[in-house]
């Protein structure tokens, strides 16, 4: 199983050559967002992709774009540019789909930016006749997904999945998966969420985001940092091409990296688990799982890409990642937090750090995390493994991603560098 | 308002939602907006709350379900405007 296309719309860079460029020189997509300010949130800065109003026109016409909220733009961006960089066609409107391409495409939040704004206010005011007839398309939990299958012509599974912030990575295991038991060629994979007041409220009403650092946004992101106080609240999309290796090779396709290995499941809120904080054992079993699929040994890992958000789960986090590749502190892979640039873009995280971790294993590099000079005290055993300075790794041969969420539910897939 | 300018201003509300912008350069009053200019028909709702705005008029549904044709919009609006 490969990897043989990835798109990215991220709030530092659009396509892989900007996010490269961003990820190699530790340039924060975090900015000031004034809106959030007006609103009295306690958290006033975010992660948010530039310039899509320019660049959403060049993949969608006025008809698409009239039905689509920010989530469904960034899903649409990113999926048609991984289909670009694989190599593969776009399928005329009038001919037969794809029978044997397909999507998992999640989003933690979806649509409620139009439930507030148009849906709610109207069917309140009793205007349910001026809604238009492109609610339930924007609202429906698979709006992104459906509207990728319809761009490209996916006549295979189409779905979105939702596991709060584990949702583009457990898209990637379960497209894996899928392609694994011989039910599809190839599958579009990841995640999307789009930014709004309404998306990120009620994440600034528990205290989960950091409202330190208002003043310098690109330090707001300040994952394995003492004095990390919270996430940043992110949005966009990232969508990697799963594909079987002999339909790769029958088409004689570009490979990015092999996908050895996935696993996901759930802490069921006991042992220290609960709805917001992760199960330790759960979160060991899953990497353990992912490992042991991977057929290899945790020594053979180069680089880990963490979830590690900025809140007081990246020390557990770490140890974690210790425990369960059952090495000591110093031996730990090299670890790094794509968020510490980019916020946490909820349920397009996964999608986009996996985007971020197979582009370092192709182009050979480490990105740096941006913040944590402060390292948080209990991380110091692990100094020497956290990358502070992006660093050229043309040795670079595997690299763990994991992303854990709300619910109690964990992720994790190991990429491997392609060799004939 | 004129006939055809009602006809112009029918046409723009149209252009967004239209498939087959060649069939939209050439509409006549008999261009089928569904079959001709290859709208979605989900998407003839907004056309009909578009025309609501623009014109100021109030279409009720069971007058919306005839428009067929770009002629059939410019009729109703007309009449609508009398």
């Known amino acids: 199983m490969v990897v043989t296309g990835l798109g990215v719309l991220a709030p530092n860079g659009h396509g892989l050559e900007a996010f490269e460029r961003a990820l190699r020189s530790g340039e ?5 967002v004034p809106e959030l300010a007006e609103l009295k949130f ?14 959403q026109s060049r993949y969608l016409s006025d008809e698409e774009l009239f039905a689509m909220n920010p989530n469904m733009v960034y899903a649409a961006i990113a999926a048609i540019d991984a289909w ?60 992104n997904s459906a509207r990728v299958a319809g761009l490209l012509g996916l006549g295979n599974q189409v779905t979105t999945n939702s ?56 330090e707001a992101s300040r994952p394995m940092s003492a004095s990390a106080a919270g996430f940043i609240p992110g949005s966009g999309a990232g ?21 050895l290995g996935g696993y996901v499941n759930c802490g069921g809120h006991r042992l220290g688990g609960s709805m917001t904080a992760p199960n330790p054992t759960s979160v060991q079993r899953c990497i353990r799982g992912a ?49 510490s640039l980019i916020g946490h873009a909820l349920g397009a995280a996964g999608g986009i750090e996996c985007v971020a971790s197979v582009l370092q294993l192709g182009r050979g590099f480490a990105h740096g995390s941006l913040n944590c000079e402060d390292l948080h005290p209990a991380l110091g055993p692990f100094a020497g493994r956290v990358v502070h300075r992006t660093r050229d790794l043309p040795e670079l041969r595997v690299v763990a991603k994991a992303s854990f969420g709300f619910g109690d539910v964990n992720g994790c897939v190991i990429f491997q560098k392609f060799s004939e | 308002m004129t006939e055809q300018e009602v006809f112009e201003k029918v046409v723009a509300i149209i252009k967004p939602f239209a498939k087959a912008p060649e069939a939209l350069a050439s509409a006549k009053m008999e261009t089928s907006i569904l079959k001709d200019l290859k709208v979605n ?42």
Request: with cysteine.
């Open chain 1, 42 to 55: 306690g958290c006033q800065v975010g992660g948010i992709p530039q310039g899509v109003d320019q660049i």
């Open chain 1, 163 to 218: 596991s709060a912030c584990n949702t583009g990575t457990e898209a990637v295991v379960d497209a894996f998966l899928r392609i694994r038991e011989g039910r599809a060629e190839r599958m579009l994979a990841g995640g999307s969420e789009g930014h709004s007041r309404y998306i990120w409220a009620g994440f600034d009403a528990m205290k989960v985001l950091n409202r330190t650092k208002n003043d310098a946004p690109a």
């Open chain 2, 41 to 82: 028909s989900a998407r003839l709702v907004d056309v009909v709350l578009e025309i609501e705005d623009a014109f100021e008029i109030e279409v009720k549904d069971e007058d919306a379900d005839k428009v067929k044709t770009i002629g059939d919009a410019v009729k109703l609006i007309v009449e609508a405007k009398a």
């Open chain 1, 291 to 339: 490992v042991a699929m991977a057929g290899i040994r945790p020594d053979q890992i180069d680089l880990i890409n963490g979830h590690l958000t900025a809140t007081f789960a990246d020390p557990h986090e770490v140890e974690n990642w210790r425990a369960a590749l059952e090495v000591s502190p110093e031996k730990l892979p090299l670890i790094q937090s794509t968020k």
């Open chain 1, 239 to 259: 969508v990697l091409v799963l594909e079987s290796l002999a339909s790769a090779r029958a088409r004689g396709a570009r490979i990015w990296a092999e996908v």
């Open chain 1, 84 to 143: 670009t960089d694989a190599g593969l066609p776009r399928i005329a409107p009038d001919a037969e789909p794809d029978w044997n391409s397909g999507a998992v495409l999640g989003t933690g939040i979806g649509g409620i930016d139009t439930i507030a704004e148009k849906l709610a206010p109207k069917t309140d005011a009793g205007k349910v006749a001026r809604l238009g007839s492109t609610m339930v398309e924007q609202i429906m939990s698979s709006g």
């Open chain 1, 28 to 32: 924060s997509g975090i900015r000031f």
